[in-house]
């Protein structure tokens, strides 16, 4: 499927492409200008989506197929993406902005991420289990059915492919619903899915407004799961639902991770994993390093470094020859971020650099903003506290590390969290007090699908990626033969 307006409009149901109920505008960050309507479900498609996914999943053909010819379905789906990566990282580059070099290495991740659950198929193993008496026990793992998985608008590739690709492999159907504001690489991740052999209806794309396709979704009865990355608020949304419907979901959601330099620390080494932490992706990350901890005997000289590091950043359009950064994912995100620099104002803090759109003219009809480093602020300011979701960093000392752990605990999030630190026995100990699902030592967004990975507290319940990623998504059953 090329992607024109007209064919974003359409909801992949059932193998086929089903005009939208109705649609809405997507519209480039980078320029301001729309890229095309794109499809809005109602709630008979909803229906229609659920209807189909039950009936392919219990099809024999899908519930009987062996491992290794569904690891070869996954394998099939990384070389089309791999085949489509150019038009992939374009779509999601004027969906959300991101620049071209970080669409294409997010491309390339997700074809990893097929191949690697592609591998986790065919090999992963029940377990035989100590009988207490004359008979053999054994756990076999079977799928929940139809799940539905709703994926953010900062990562749409990755987070899609961590989730169909477990979920598949766990033999599951899965119906894909998008963020409203990348919808159309989900929908060329549907078109991949049908070109690679997966049966119709094990994979429906819906796209949609969460108000809208994605409450109904979440509400539907033929639904037994959901897995859910995005904000915390959403997120307690559709925990609410689930306890009603007593259904399993996996949440990863926000976060407001401690970045914590040492003062024997290789402070050139820090500046850039504090830079790549918080103004990747325009800061808007999940584990965006944005509460920045420095010791107090080195913060003034690791600020300069800092500071002259974030200045030569170039905020371009996302398509520029070196572009670092390009704009914020929607002109409503960068009127969230600059409200919440101005309450840091109020709050004490002094904008040490950026706090502000950029000034140069081709950059004027996108919703840019520079990358920003708040400092002054105490513990317990607005924005210290709540999770920015964008390129704003701030900067705050430490003393010793009980001071530091009181601090660097001190929120309600717990999704990630680093330490730079000569120092091991340090960094060990360390580590293992921060209230994080990750932590990482003497780097920054350190990822791997062969990791679990998951938030503490209000960041989130459940383990994507890893062979625990692919239980996620199925139900353990105890078998017994008398002996």
């Given at each position: 499927?090329?992607?024109?307006?007209?064919?974003?409009?359409?909801?992949l149901?059932?193998?086929?492409?089903?005009?939208?109920?109705?649609?809405?505008?997507?519209?480039?960050?980078?320029?301001?200008?729309?890229?095309?309507?794109?499809?809005?479900?109602?709630?008979a498609?909803?229906?229609?989506?659920?209807?189909?996914?039950?009936?392919?999943v219990?099809?024999?053909?899908?519930?009987?197929?062996?491992?290794?010819?569904?690891?070869?379905?996954?394998?099939?789906?990384?070389?089309?993406?791999?085949?489509?990566?150019?038009?992939?990282?374009?779509?999601?580059?004027?969906?959300?902005?991101?620049?071209?070099?970080?669409?294409?290495?997010?491309v390339?991740?997700?074809a990893?991420?097929?191949?690697?659950?592609?591998?986790?198929?065919?090999?992963?193993?029940?377990?035989?289990?100590?009988?207490?008496?004359?008979?053999?026990?054994?756990?076999?793992?079977?799928?929940?059915?139809?799940?539905?998985?709703?994926?953010?608008?900062?990562?749409?590739?990755?987070?899609?492919?961590?989730?169909?690709?477990?979920?598949?492999?766990?033999?599951?159907?899965?119906?894909?619903?998008?963020?409203?504001?990348?919808?159309?690489?989900?929908?060329?991740?549907?078109?991949?899915?049908?070109?690679?052999?997966?049966?119709?209806?094990?994979?429906?794309?819906?796209?949609?407004?969460?108000?809208?396709?994605?409450?109904?979704?979440?509400?539907h009865?033929?639904?037994?799961?959901?897995?859910?990355?995005?904000?915390?608020?959403?997120?307690?949304?559709?925990?609410?639902?689930?306890?009603?419907?007593?259904?399993?979901?996996?949440?990863?959601?926000?976060?407001?991770?401690?970045?914590?330099?040492?003062?024997?620390?290789?402070?050139?080494?820090?500046?850039?994993?504090?830079?790549?932490?918080?103004?990747?992706?325009?800061?808007?990350?999940?584990?965006?390093?944005?509460?920045l901890?420095?010791?107090?005997?080195?913060?003034?000289?690791?600020?300069?470094?800092?500071?002259?590091?974030?200045?030569?950043?170039?905020?371009?359009?996302?398509?520029?020859?070196?572009?670092?950064?390009?704009?914020?994912?929607?002109?409503?995100?960068?009127?969230?971020?600059?409200?919440?620099?101005?309450?840091a104002?109020?709050?004490?803090?002094?904008?040490?650099?950026?706090?502000?759109?950029?000034?140069?003219?081709?950059?004027?009809q996108?919703?840019f903003?520079?990358?920003?480093?708040?400092?002054g602020?105490?513990?317990?300011?607005?924005?210290?506290?709540?999770?920015?979701?964008?390129?704003?960093?701030?900067?705050?000392?430490?003393d010793?590390?009980?001071?530091?752990?009181?601090?660097?605990?001190?929120?309600?999030?717990?999704l990630?969290?680093g330490?730079?630190?000569?120092?091991?026995?340090?960094?060990?100990?360390?580590?293992?007090?921060?209230?994080?699902?990750?932590?990482?030592?003497?780097?920054?967004?350190?990822?791997?699908?062969?990791?679990?990975?998951?938030?503490?507290?209000?960041?989130?319940?459940?383990?994507?990626?890893?062979?625990?990623?692919?239980?996620?998504?199925?139900?353990s059953?105890?078998?017994y033969?008398?002996?």
């Amino acid at each position: 499927m090329s992607q024109t307006s007209s064919q974003a409009k359409s909801l992949l149901i059932d193998g086929r492409w089903t005009p939208a109920a109705q649609t809405f505008a997507s519209v480039n960050p980078a320029t301001g200008a729309a890229n095309f309507e794109v499809g809005a479900a109602d709630a008979a498609q909803v229906d229609a989506a659920v209807d189909s996914a039950w009936r392919a999943v219990r099809q024999k053909a899908w519930r009987d197929m062996l491992p290794h010819q569904r690891a070869a379905l996954l394998r099939r789906m990384a070389d089309g993406i791999d085949a489509n990566a150019d038009l992939l990282a374009r779509l999601q580059m004027i969906e959300n902005g991101k620049v071209w070099n970080e669409c294409k290495a997010q491309v390339a991740s997700a074809a990893a991420t097929f191949r690697y659950y592609a591998g986790v198929c065919e090999t992963v193993t029940s377990e035989v289990t100590p009988p207490r008496g004359n008979y053999l026990s054994l756990t076999q793992y079977e799928p929940y059915g139809v799940i539905v998985a709703i994926t953010p608008w900062n990562s749409p590739l990755t987070m899609e492919a961590q989730k169909i690709a477990p979920a598949l492999a766990a033999g599951n159907a899965v119906i894909l619903k998008p963020s409203e504001v990348t919808s159309s690489p989900a929908l060329e991740l549907g078109r991949i899915a049908l070109e690679a052999g997966l049966p119709p209806g094990i994979l429906n794309v819906v796209t949609g407004l969460g108000s809208g396709a994605g409450k109904l979704l979440v509400e539907h009865p033929g639904v037994r799961m959901v897995s859910f990355t995005g904000g915390t608020a959403s997120g307690r949304a559709i925990a609410r639902v689930a306890a009603d419907k007593l259904m399993p979901v996996a949440l990863e959601l926000g976060g407001k991770s401690p970045h914590i330099v040492c003062a024997d620390a290789d402070l050139d080494a820090a500046v850039e994993g504090v830079i790549g932490g918080i103004f990747e992706g325009s800061g808007q990350s999940c584990v965006a390093g944005s509460r920045l901890y420095v010791q107090r005997s080195v913060q003034q000289v690791f600020l300069e470094k800092l500071l002259a590091r974030t200045r030569a950043i170039r905020v371009d359009q996302p398509d520029a020859q070196g572009a670092g950064m390009g704009p914020i994912a929607s002109f409503a995100h960068r009127e969230k971020i600059e409200s919440m620099v101005a309450s840091a104002l109020k709050d004490g803090g002094e904008i040490l650099v950026g706090g502000k759109r950029p000034d140069e003219d081709h950059l004027a009809q996108g919703a840019f903003y520079l990358p920003t480093v708040i400092g002054g602020l105490k513990s317990d300011a607005y924005v210290v506290r709540e999770e920015i979701f964008g390129p704003v960093l701030c900067a705050l000392p430490f003393d010793d590390e009980d001071d530091l752990i009181a601090q660097a605990n001190d929120s309600v999030y717990g999704l990630a969290s680093g330490i730079w630190t000569a120092d091991y026995r340090r960094a060990w100990r360390v580590a293992r007090q921060l209230e994080a699902g990750s932590v990482w030592v003497n780097t920054y967004k350190q990822l791997s699908i062969s990791t679990p990975f998951g938030g503490f507290k209000q960041s989130g319940i459940g383990r994507e990626k890893g062979i625990s990623g692919l239980r996620l998504y199925q139900q353990s059953k105890g078998i017994y033969f008398a002996m």
